[in-house]
């Protein structure tokens, strides 16, 4: 911290107190940078302030916002979820809907649809949509994106994330935070770290390697603060090794705070705070959601009895905590305060409007992964004659609505029958609901309200007068499925789609799939279809963007951020049994445990990461089992060759070159995927791991260069004997494809 004269600290604290927006100019009269002024305006601001005001800055005031400090002219912070919209306005003091008619938004797709993009570009555009509609709604901090792994297929909350890959995480997530934050307003990174299931989350223990933890579970948050420079970040419900990640010695002080260097603002996920001492010596600033059970149950002035509320300041005025610590946590939450809503740069952000829709449409379409195309079943033209029969609930469900805290109120959500109706214009389009669930509320399944056998019935009537069978299915954002609160309890379709299928396939053959899931689902059923479309949570625009892929109207591009396995027990996670997932209570196991997703929680669950560093596909690779649909694959309408494959040295990367030509009769993209394996390593290590990716666009009978340089530095892995990373010396092999399974050409490097 620069030292400055008390005259000057008199002018910073009136500069401070004011808002005067004349920074630039005190900067050039005292030979010091805009942010030394404005760390020089924090201190000037902490000396004013009373220890109970100091306290009042690090806890919650209502569900979304904390206090400032009103005779100082210091502004509270309103804080929103979520990752791919912003949630509409909650009460103050519960967690029922405000009712406010002007909180409409536009709806994002989901970020595993962003993350089968393989689009750095796209995902900063998705950002500054986002944080432009936040700063319109006047929130400070949004509360995304997150960036937890595909562990297990299980995990009701796997739709919010990034995939199972940690490098694809790390370089969507960057952009996507300084997009966002380009608006003056705090992306949250959440959550921090290892929360990899929702099932039993407020008490499993996850024991985990050093090396895993670093490797697969770390990086991309790394990358949020190292490389974004994220403003905020957000604690998990989970413990790491006994202790709650919220307020974690390990995670939160001294890797995040100390060997990162983050200079933000740490917010407990709400109700993830347990310990007034832990939070206030490991980390953690903002306190949120205390003295709720996540359904609204309060006490009375629960706020000033959270942990960093009264006892807090207990703890600081009979000196068992340090007034520096508070002073700490004091300049992130100012330094938060200057980055957003003191600052002087602020956007006014906008809503609901066409560059919003047609960035939320293009995420879409480029995001839906054709994952099988039997006959040219895909695309579909729109020809006179023609009868397309569109079957299944989610051709019509909501699906903004659900998933917990990133349900949504969209302005406008076009559904899949909507998309297909408006689009076709000379075929003709007939409906039936085929299948039916129960609306989407938080932590309850409810039942349908429609007769299944007459639902199911009448889908065949209709299947039988149809030239053409879209079946639109997959899960819904509720309760046991693709939601917040818990996990699945079955890999399986749920509702009786699969046993629809067969029937409907009994009397058309002509059917393709149209998949709405944030999540790999079983496949028995594969065979049965001609086509199948990954569709994801695609938000406003879902009905138009799949209307485009389906008619051929955009050319399919997207990759599967995690792999499909063919079974369950082919996940790592689930294979090493209930050990591994999802936990159990290690002083009352036996022998004989078996992975029960029924069961009721234990006294106090353990999960071990025994797969260690093999997820996803590193797993299947390594172990050779082969997935269903593997991690970076998707197919297209147009045919692509990668040629000339080569591998240049230089001092400190390598850069792997291409040609990709267009050998089909469509102008498309394609992403050429960089792998990269360790042979005759001293330690385990996966077949291959991703370590570069380009998409390019070729139109049809082109061809374009594609150039991916790698850091060498990026090839080590993190070695728990010095508890640092290690480059090993020796023979590298580097796998070139377009899919973790799909292979062009292998070439050998030399690290010496």
């Known amino acids: 911290m620069i030292k400055v004269s008390k005259f000057l600290c008199f002018v910073l604290t009136i500069l401070a107190i004011t808002g005067c927006k004349n920074d630039k100019e005190v900067a050039l009269n005292t030979n010091t940078s805009s942010s030394e002024i404005v760390e020089a305006k924090i201190d000037s601001i902490i000396s004013l302030l009373t220890l109970e005001e100091k306290v009042a800055l690090c806890h919650a005031q209502s569900k979304f916002s904390t206090k400032g400090v009103e005779r100082l002219g210091i502004p509270e912070i ?106 003056g307003v705090a992306a949250c990174v959440k959550h921090f770290a290892l929360n990899n299931q929702e099932r039993w989350r407020d008490e499993v223990n996850v024991e985990v390697s050093d090396r895993a933890l670093h490797e697969i579970y770390l990086p991309a948050f790394k990358a949020a603060v190292t490389e974004a420079n994220v403003w905020s970040i957000m604690g998990a419900y989970n413990k790491f090794r006994g202790q709650y990640t919220t ?36 980390g953690l600033d903002i306190e949120m959601g205390t003295g709720t059970d996540g359904l609204g149950t309060t006490t009375a002035n629960h706020y000033s009895n959270y942990f960093l509320a009264n006892p807090f300041l207990k703890a600081l005025k009979n000196g068992e905590i340090p007034e520096s610590i508070v002073d700490d946590k004091v300049r992130r939450v100012l330094r938060l305060r200057y980055r957003t809503n003191m600052s002087n740069n602020r956007s006014l952000g906008r809503a609901n409007n066409k560059e919003h829709h047609d960035v939320a449409r293009q995420v879409a379409t480029e995001g839906i992964v054709l994952l099988k195309n039997d006959n040219n079943f895909f695309p579909i033209k729109d020809e006179t004659g023609i009868t397309i029969a569109v079957i299944g609930e989610n051709a019509t469900r909501s699906m903004t609505k659900g998933g917990g805290s990133s ?38 399944v409810l039942p349908s309200p429609y007769d299944a056998d007459s639902l199911r019935t009448k889908a065949i009537e209709v299947a039988k007068q149809a030239d053409i069978i879209l079946f639109v299915g997959g899960l819904t954002k509720s309760h046991l499925q693709d939601s917040e609160g818990d996990d699945r309890r079955q890999y399986q379709l749920p509702f009786g789609q699969e046993e629809l299928l067969r029937d409907i396939k009994n009397v058309n053959k002509n059917v393709g799939f149209v998949m709405l899931t944030g999540n790999a689902v079983e496949m028995p059923w594969l065979d049965s279809v001609e086509g199948l479309l990954q569709s994801w949570y695609l938000g406003s625009m879902a009905g138009h963007a799949i209307a485009d892929v389906i008619s051929g109207n955009v050319n399919p591009s997207g990759k599967l951020p995690f792999s499909f396995p063919k079974k369950l027990e082919d996940n790592a996670a689930i294979s090493f049994g209930p050990e591994s997932y999802p936990g159990v209570d290690l002083t009352r196991i036996n022998d004989n445990a078996t992975l029960n997703l029924e069961s009721n929680p234990p006294v106090s669950p353990t999960q071990e990461y025994k797969e260690g560093i093999l997820v996803g596909y590193r797993w299947h690779d390594t172990k050779n089992i082969e997935p269903q649909f593997a991690f970076g694959y998707g197919l297209s309408y147009t045919s692509f060759e990668l040629s000339d494959i080569r591998v240049d040295h230089q001092d400190d990367s390598f850069t792997v070159t291409c040609g990709v030509a267009n050998t089909g009769d469509m102008d498309g993209a394609e992403v050429v995927q960089v792998y990269v394996g360790k042979t005759d390593s001293k330690v385990q290590r996966a077949l291959k791991e991703l370590k570069g990716f380009s998409k390019v666009k070729v139109n049809k009978g082109e061809k374009q260069s594609v150039s991916i340089t790698i850091d060498k530095a990026d090839l080590a892995f993190y070695d728990e004997s010095i508890s640092d990373w290690n480059l090993e010396k020796g023979d590298y092999e580097v796998y070139v494809g377009n899919a973790s399974n799909n292979i062009s050409k292998k070439l050998n490097i030399r690290i010496n």
């Open 78 to 183: 309103w804080m929103a979820d979520g990752p791919h919209g912003v949630r509409a306005e909650i009460s103050w003091d519960d967690w029922a809907y405000a009712g406010w008619t002007n909180d409409s938004i536009t709806a994002f797709p989901a970020l595993t649809c962003l993350a089968s993009t393989f689009n750095p570009s796209l995902a900063e555009q998705f950002g500054v949509a986002l944080g432009e509609e936040a700063k319109y709604r006047k929130k400070d901090v949004l509360l995304g994106p997150g960036v937890n792994i595909y562990r297990t297929p299980m995990n009701g909350r796997n739709f919010e994330y990034m995939g199972e890959d940690p490098f694809l995480a790390s370089k969507m997530v960057v952009p996507y935070i300084q997009g966002v934050q380009r608006n």
């Open 247 to 282: 307020h974690h010695e390990l995670l939160t002080k001294q890797i995040l705070k100390g060997d990162w260097g983050f200079d933000g603002v740490v917010v407990s996920d709400w109700s993830s705070t347990h310990n007034t001492m832990e939070a206030a010596l490991n």
């Open 407 to 444: 349900e949504l109120k969209p302005k406008f959500e076009v559904s899949p029958l909507q998309g297909l109706q408006e689009r076709y214009k000379n075929a003709k389009i007939i409906h039936s609901m085929g299948y039916a669930s129960g609306a989407s509320v938080y932590d309850n």
